[in-house]
């Protein structure tokens, strides 16, 4: 009997031994990887102070407007002495904290509440999302935090009562349109519930409006408006371009290939058009740009990701920009569009009308003829399209410069 009991334990310790040899011979690297790299954040965390915490746990991680405006501004604060630091598992965003050299802490294993698989996940991993969140805050309350700003709806609901116990004043980003991910959501009486706790900044009044009407409790909702970013000494790259030929008119489209982006209607309303006279060159990358691609349409060009410098040959090159969105916040191409004065067609939805104001043509959604006509009015109609860019320049420099937008963040977040 002793011997069979012996025989049974040897080998659960044979098996235990080996499964622990596997582990660290594979692992053992990144495990001491990862050791010395929090044994660094560690080090860093305990000499610096801090003052603004950046929250961001998306469901994927992709580099857009609203990225780009929050990394502005973490940028400015930095530079008057008001320290942040990031938390989340936005790669993207915590990879451009890190290159300018702001504490950021990863959580790579955490998502977004805004699809169905995470939602059957989210009450598994809830608890221990709101642990962290009590160690993590509590250990930036104590290095001088005393503001949060969330932009995605996990840590909205899970981060902000703690953040309202320790004394963290709560702010939530609000940049994404409401959809179904938002009104369906199983946890909404949960955000309602946090909502009156925070301060809630979004880009436009059609985002007020939005959020306000479908929340029956007033909320203390605040108005950003994005503002065109500054692009130092920046050069011209034209290797995405430079093997096309164009033709006497230059279409141009630039956003997500995202099915709210309505760009199989940019696409259609070009094969009405014709296409010995016009080129259409789509930038920007996403999951309908494989689809659109394999149309192969004549003198329709797609440039995939473009970075800031092949984007500026981009707004050199385009006679017309069109931006046939199904929903839009805000817009910020509009803006670029407007600085580099390139005459802009637009949907009327969302806060287009309101960024646009009279810079551009507004055609209903959903309607390729509609945008085609108003490529041959364009195209025909070179003082229409001067007036137009007299306005758009104006307006982006009267209503979103990039030093308005930073005074209005600092009065919001700091009174000052």
């Not at 709560?170 to 199983?186: E, M, Q, R, S």
């Not at 004065?341 to 287009?352: D, K, M, N, Q």
Request: charge should be neutral; include cysteine; glycine fraction near 6%.
């Amino acid at each position: 009997m002793e011997y069979m009991e012996i025989l049974k334990y040897g080998r659960e310790y044979i098996l235990s031994f080996c499964v622990y040899f596997v582990i660290f011979y594979f692992l053992g690297h990144n495990t001491r990887a990862f050791f010395y790299r929090y044994t660094a954040y560690f080090t860093n965390f305990m000499k610096d102070n801090f003052s603004i915490l950046f929250t961001r746990f998306p469901l994927k991680s992709a580099w857009g407007g609203e990225e780009a405006v929050h990394l502005e501004m973490a940028k400015h604060w930095d530079k008057i002495h008001i320290k942040p630091v990031f938390c989340g598992s936005c790669s993207v965003l915590g990879d451009a904290f890190l290159q300018h050299h702001f504490f950021t802490i990863f959580f790579p294993f955490f998502k977004d509440i805004t699809s169905r698989k995470q939602i059957f996940i989210t009450p598994i991993l809830l608890p221990f999302f709101f642990l962290v969140g009590i160690g993590v805050l509590f250990a930036f309350r104590i290095k001088g935090v005393r503001k949060m700003l969330c932009m995605t709806f996990l840590e909205k609901i899970c981060w902000t009562p703690i953040a309202k116990i320790l004394g963290i004043q709560v702010f939530w980003g609000h940049h994404a349109p409401l959809g179904d991910w938002f009104f369906k959501n199983p946890f909404l009486f949960l955000w309602k519930f946090c909502a009156s706790w925070a301060t809630i900044i979004v880009p436009s009044e059609y985002m007020k409006n939005q959020i306000q009407s479908n929340i029956s409790k007033p909320l203390h909702i605040q108005v950003l408006p994005n503002p065109i970013l500054p692009h130092n000494n920046l050069h011209t790259d034209e290797q995405k371009i430079s093997g096309i030929h164009f033709q006497k008119t230059v279409i141009g489209t630039a956003s997500r290939f995202s099915p709210e982006k309505g760009l199989p209607d940019a696409l259609e309303a070009f094969t009405l058009l014709s296409t010995s006279e016009y080129t259409l060159i789509m930038a920007g990358d996403g999951p309908l740009q494989a689809d659109l691609q394999q149309k192969n349409i004549p003198n329709a060009f797609f440039l995939g990701f473009c970075t800031a410098p092949q984007m500026q040959a981009f707004w050199e090159k385009i006679d017309i920009f069109v931006l046939p969105s199904y929903e839009e916040p805000f817009g910020m191409v509009l803006l670029e569009a407007m600085q580099a004065g390139v005459p802009i067609i637009a949907t009327r939805v969302g806060g287009i009308r309101e960024v646009l104001g009279e810079a551009g043509i507004l055609v209903p959604p959903k309607s390729p003829k509609a945008i085609a006509d108003a490529i041959i009015d364009l195209s025909h109609n070179p003082e229409k399209v001067e007036h137009l860019r007299n306005i758009g320049k104006k307006r982006v420099q009267e209503h979103f410069s990039y030093e308005q937008f930073l005074k209005n963040a600092d009065h919001i977040f700091f009174n000052f």
